[in-house]
């Protein structure tokens, strides 16, 4: 634990504050851009929750202490996500708190309160955006822990950082088992984001809406908290996919230098991740709510191959 | 006697159990004592329990013999380890919920208080002393006390049809294992005539026998825990039972199954057979989909707790079961690992269960509804049991930093080991078996979100649910307690597994380093995780964004009706009902279930949906076996004519044959 390990763990948090909703700018400004359109701008996020920051909050007359709560815990929880996911250096003194399960278990903290959350006011559409919620949520996380699982096989670990060692000390070659995580992975991310496939981030329809439907009762401030959780999510699992897939340029313990080259390659790979993102939303139409279990059970089995060819071939990496 | 004072203290505790029930048979109708002074009572003696027991796990064994019983038959008494740590489950467990049933039972309730509370002080005792037995002899009337006891307790409204047949199924299964449990020692003995456990343990079997014995207490054990396909009697007699019985049962009586598995299987067998443990496996493995998967379709909410503990059931034995194939094939430390997330499970959802199942006593007492369609909105009028119930919630559905997310942890670690094992084979199948065990915790979650969502948030769905109060005082007190359980199992595992470490080194040779504020299997390179700082990290993010918000922003909330889209006619019915939460498990698990579906046609007057969900097992083997055994009785009453003429010619016939073959 090293002055620099807590310089680059509050470097880390507070460049994932900063850019995650950069990055859903990002992403929404391609997205336009592929659909011809002019869009609203990069720095829109950021306007968008300075607004819900300043306006009242209206909270249902029946809401429980548990609705105000939610956002701050949701919140809480994802920016420990950004804080363990190593995505500049891999000197972090939180990285022992949790490992890959834990992150996990810590995205299913987060889905369950605002799930609750979303069934207190009791309304329609609380409780069906907390139904889909949960069903996303079961059937995308255990294939979440087979995409790890099949990374802790290739390193002997499951901690972020040791992962991230191992995978970027590899020669640079595609491992096959590493290549079905990567797809698997690719599915579990836009589903747990709200993405096009699953859900429309964009959407207003009320029939269709997962992630919309669950923040629906809430406005101002808890909105606002919920908007920018909702961001460093999307942060998190591009951090999990770099770590994972693209592990080059973060950097090592006790490297200083390191660091500050660091933050330019992150920024470069969000970029094209963003990007790759946008693509893939404009070229794919959004399926019905009964299609995401087998979309789901596909992730699911490709990450139990992934596994089970590693197991296989052993480790042609290293 | 002095040889062993912590068995001696233990054996007083447990006399002191059945000393209270006693009294309670002699205050019988005397409301106030038995519920204000004995129940509070029996808490502090599990408290005591649970203090004797603490230090007891680094114990050396201590043993003693009783003369009671048959003459030249003592009991035999023995406290060790594994004995230490089960007692504490029960104590802690028992704490709590004698503490709530102080404030729990009413009076004209069926049984007479005070007779309720003699079973259930024997119960306890008797749950105590099945931990203890250290002969087959002893084990037996223990076990058969402790499962009358729970019969009588279960049927303490044995007014109800309903709850009679309950009762007569969880009778008639926990005779079945108990049946089983009294041939395994038969075999453990090995024509020795000598039924003490020191001398099973030092008997060496051949293998068939010894599988048949492990066949025989999976069987045995898997019976009274639960295990598919004994699971039957669990979702009838849990919500039959009054709630603190159920939550004793399910939290503790379940419990004494995993010990007596784990006793016959690592402490009393000789040597271990690899596919002892991929059995043991695979069962826990079924045990805990099927429970988990009847868990999210339920409309009951006892009785959607009673197929979750089904899960978890399965959860400790498929952690058992990767144990014994660790310790089969010398892999000690990996043995200790899959073992002790099955041991902290053990302990984590004795406290998680019975603070849920409390809670749903609490619900009933101010409602009187169990059925999930009539609830609704209950924290806000029951804030207690709703707060109290959330922890219990988050620990059941395996979220960190709670109790339940660290055995779920240890257990994908020790799977994670896996490619370790010398047989290929297994190394295929075991991640599969990873990806199943994840699974199932994911859908735990589903169904303590759909069971906390649909009790306690929304709007009532019930007039009357406005008017429900909340707990009393001795209730809350107990459910304090349990909560206060799982917050600590959760962020304390480190010291937890300290407590373990001797149990599980006397088991398999080997054991987790505890102590200090990560949890660390192995190495912290190789996976570590620290609810504390995990903790930590959440409350100083949700704190500071909470500052920073009221800080730079403002603080301001208006109340207002629910927006929902700008709807304005919103009742009650627009919610979700728990069969509609429990629709898209139903659809995806669809080969599971046994639905019938009654659906209406286009030219129905009234149309009508209905959907029922069955138990396959009770289709394919219960039912059968029911009809076979009609069947044969049947046959046998042919016989009686109810004619003494008739048996006059028997009797001559018999005897004819008898003459015949004497004379041959």
Known sequence: MSALGFASQLLEILVALALAPLLVGWVNQCRAWLQSRDGPGLLQPYRLLHKLFHKDSVVAANASPLFRAAPYIVFGCMLLACGIVPTLSIDLPLSPAADAIALVGLFALARVFISLAAMDIGTAFGTLGARREMLVGFLAEPALLMVFFTAALISDSTSLTTLVRTLSAQELGIQPSLALAAVALVMVALAENARVPVDNPATHLELTMIHEALVLEYSGRHLALLEWAAALKLFAYAGIGIALFAPWGIAEAHAPLALAVALPVLVAKLAVAGFALALLETLSAKMRIFRVPEFLGMAFMLAVIAMLVNLLLGNTGT | MSAAPQLVTVLALAAAWIAL?????????????????????????????????LPAVWGAPQSIVLPVGLPGLP????????????????????????????????????????????????????????????????????????????????TANHRSAEIRRAGYLYLLIAHLGALAILLCFGVLQANTGDYSFDNMRVQTLSPFWASAAFLLALVGFGAKAGLVPLHVWLPEAHPAAPSPVSALMSGVMLKTAVYGFLRVAYDLLPDLLWWWGVTALAVGLVTALLGVAFAAVQSDMKRLLAWSSVENIGL??????????????????????ALTAALYHVASHALFKSLLFVATGSV????????LGRLGGLLRVMPWVGWAS???????AGLPPFGGFVSEWLLLQSFLFTPQLPNSFLNMLIPAVAALIALVAALAGYVMVKFYGVVFLGQHREEKLARAHDAGLWERLGMAWLAAGCVLLGVLPAQGLHVLAPVVERLTGASLAGGGWLLVPVAVERASY???????????????????????????????????CGFPWLTHRMQDTAEGFGQPVRQIFEPLYRLRRHLPTAFDARPRYAVEVGDHVWHWLYLPAARAVEGAARLIGRLQQGRISIYLLYSFAALIAVLLWVTR
């Open chain 2, 316 to 337: 400790i034995f498929a952690g058992i079961g990767l144990s014994l194939l660790f310790a089969a094939y010398g892999m000690p430390a990996v043995a200790a690992l």
């Open chain 2, 530 to 564: 620290g609810p504390v700082l995990f903790l930590a990290g959440v409350g100083a993010s949700v704190v500071l964004a909470f500052l920073l918000v009221r800080g730079l922003y403002h603080g301001r909330v208006r109340r207002a009706p629910p927006w929902d």
């Open chain 2, 390 to 396: 959330l922890l219990g919630v988050l620990a059941s």
């Open chain 2, 75 to 154: 009991f035999h008494f023995r406290l060790d380890s594994l004995s230490a740590l089960f007692l504490m489950v029960i104590g802690g467990a028992a704490a709590g919920v004698s503490l709530f049933s102080a404030g729990y039972f009413r009076r004209a309730e069926g049984t007479p208080p005070g007779l309720m509370c003699f079973q259930y002080h024997v119960f306890l005792a008797a749950m105590a002393l099945v931990v203890l037995a250290d002969d087959a002899y002893a084990f037996m009337v223990m076990w058969e006390t402790m499962a009358l006891a729970s019969f009588f307790l279960v």
């Open chain 2, 21 to 53: 029930g006693i009294a309670g048979l002699a205050a019988l109708h005397r409301f106030g004592v038995v519920s204000r002074l004995l129940f509070p009572a029996g808490g502090a003696v599990a408290l005591a329990l649970l203090g004797v027991a």
């Open chain 2, 364 to 371: 009933l007492h101010a409602t009187s509804e169990r059925s």
